[in-house]
Nanobody, 120 residues
């Protein structure tokens, strides 16, 4: 099992940056590819970024390419999402999750997420 706790969200102005963290527990964390997803008010959850279990492969939604960077530190059991040049439309609850297949297919269980609010 993988237990995940997201943090780092908050209020940021348009054009600003935030760094999200996803702290994981469970001895098998290092063997999972991980992904970030987000759900904006009134919208369905969407894929944002993914990273392979060794951290060598990454994949991004077209909307965030060049602005977001996903990374991981398996020694710390943590996945990160660096978000730059944020737009108000990207206000959402951001979730991390392990992937059951590459690159967009998460496991079924979700945590609390962390709220990112981008003001204009």
């Amino acid at each position: 099992q993988v237990q995940l706790v997201e943090s780092g969200g908050g209020l940021v102005q348009a054009g600003g940056s935030l760094r999200l963290s996803c702290a994981a527990s469970g001895r098998t964390f290092s063997y999972y590819a991980m992904g970030w997803f987000r759900q904006a008010p009134g919208k369905e959850r969407e894929f944002v970024a993914a990273i392979g279990w060794r951290g060598d492969s990454t994949y991004y939604a077209d909307s965030v390419k060049g602005r977001f960077t996903i990374s991981r530190d398996n020694a710390k059991n943590t996945v990160y999402l660096q978000m730059n040049s944020l737009n108000p439309e990207e206000t959402a609850v951001y979730y991390c999750n392990a992937l059951k297949s590459w690159p967009r297919n998460p496991l079924d269980a979700w945590g609390q997420g962390t709220l990112v609010t981008v003001s204009s």
